[in-house]
């Protein structure tokens, strides 16, 4: 009795997922339907749910076609011809109602083609993608060719939770906006008369629209890059400075520098990033300017901020990373007025927010010339003039010099070579000693073994 009773439970249980499976292939069939240049035929419309040609690559991989990331004939007809067997499979399956029907139904994937189970999102797909359960197989014939849908379903969330599947994703809607506006005419309409007036209000409404997602793009991709240095400063210091490593290491592949071939004196890396600690800033961005400047043998800078949000919480931005000279970097902070370097972009994103200037990061060469660990003359001017400085030593060591004692430090530092400097050695050694203003907590990439120490004859 009690295996009868189990038998007419997976009956019952069978059919509430046969009748869900119909309403979700109904859904499909009656979805609204859009056109995107690119990535459909002409006259090809496909579902709201696909956008990108990533998308279109995880359905194709689902149908068991090629995987082309175009939405052409050949797709559309393969993705009508499927929802049509399905529903005719579940139809039968309802039809029969039996628990026959359970003992030899083929195993189909349940709502394969909704757009939750495309994206992974279903128990059932969850399930499956995250236990490693076997994947059930797709309506003949195509069924040798088709992937798994939890893998498809993985392809295509893993193609928008990146920062390109997420600019593309903005892409599109920021070329509409960008048209709405571009298009919109006011006429000949006087513009004082009350016509001109709200016909001006408009045109500047589009205007406003277009340039705010555009800073709700740059906010979404800062924030995918936020919670992937917060998982890996979670794992360790040392795995965010290794990310920040490869982030250095593709920016400047990207821009074709290399150690012979290396800019001076401007904007090298713009890879704008919010953090959630001022020890995960220093830590990543310390870690990009002892790279760069291990490739380049030139000082790097780039200038800290925080961002003080409405719910009481603080997170700390970092502007572009310029290169200055082997010696200093003084002219990119002069030349790009100091603390407004990256301020302008961030308060764009932010608009409304209360945006603090800190102060500047910079780095110091490997060598037997250069005080690596040191605050120079010139890093104390900068001190007194923005309120704060920060080094980032080769051995990942961060120091940081305020505004209060940088007069003391530009004393010593200005003095140290002259004859009262050097009778009184120890004193000014004392004032600048590097223990005085190391920054706790915090370790960024270690560059010494990277490269041999080098001699620059001074």
């Keep these: 009795m009690r295996a009868e009773a189990g038998r007419g439970e997976e009956a019952l249980r069978a059919q509430a997922e046969a009748r869900e499976q119909l309403s979700s292939i109904r859904r499909w069939q009656t979805m609204g339907t859009h056109h995107v240049d690119g990535i459909m035929t002409s006259g090809i419309a496909a579902p709201q749910f696909i956008q990108t040609a990533s998308n ?44 026959v029907a359970v003992l030899t139904r083929p195993q189909q994937s349940t709502k394969s083609l909704s757009p939750n189970a495309i994206l992974g999102k279903t128990p059932a797909a969850k399930k499956a993608a995250g236990t ?30 990146t920062p390109e599947g997420i600019g593309r ?15 919109f005419s006011t006429g000949r309409a006087n513009p004082r008369s009350p016509q001109g007036r709200a016909l001006a209000r408009e045109q500047a409404k589009l205007y406003t629209e277009w340039k705010e997602v555009e800073n709700e793009k740059e906010r979404a991709i800062a924030g995918w890059y936020r919670k992937r240095n917060e998982a890996a400063y979670a794992e360790s210091p040392d795995k965010l400075s290794e990310v920040a490593l490869e982030d250095a290491k593709a920016s400047m592949q990207k821009q074709g520098y290399s150690t012979g071939s290396y800019p001076k004196n401007r904007k090298v890396h713009d890879m704008r990033q919010v953090f959630s600690s001022a020890e995960e800033i220093f830590t990543y961005m310390g870690s990009v300017l002892n790279y760069c400047t291990a490739e380049s043998q030139q000082e790097h800078m780039c200038n800290i901020y925080s961002i003080h949000l409405e719910d009481g919480t603080t997170e700390y931005a970092a502007g572009p990373v310029y290169t200055g000279m082997h010696d200093n970097v003084i002219l990119p902070y002069l030349l790009y007025t100091g603390a407004e370097m990256g301020l302008r972009e961030i308060m764009e994103e932010y608009a409304g927010t209360e945006i603090q200037y800190e102060g500047m990061l910079h780095s110091h060469p490997y060598c037997k010339g250069h005080e690596d660990d040191k605050f120079s003359e010139g890093d104390a001017v900068v001190a007194l003039l923005s309120g704060k400085i920060w080094l980032t030593a080769p051995n990942g060591t961060v120091y940081a010099l305020e505004k209060g004692r940088a007069p003391k430090v530009l004393g010593a530092s200005l003095l140290r070579d002259t004859t009262y400097g050097k009778a009184n050695e120890e004193q000014f050694a004392a004032v600048r000693k590097p223990e005085n203003f190391i920054v706790p907590g915090v370790r960024g990439y270690d560059v010494r073994a990277d490269y041999e120490e080098m001699d620059d004859g001074r």
């Design 132 to 161: 490693g359960a076997e994947s059930k197989q797709l309506v003949p014939p195509e069924a040798s060719k088709q992937k798994p849908l939890p893998e498809a379903a993985r392809l295509l969330a893993q193609s928008l939770n």
């Design 169 to 183: 994703a903005y892409d599109r809607i920021l070329a509409e906006k960008e048209a709405a506006w571009r298009s």
């Design 56 to 99: 279109v690559r995880a359905m194709q991989g689902a149908l068991g076609i090629e995987e082309d990331g175009v939405w052409g004939p050949k797709t559309e007809l393969a993705f009508r011809t499927r929802l049509a067997a399905e529903e005719e499979e579940t139809l039968e399956e309802l039809r029969r109602g039996t628990q």
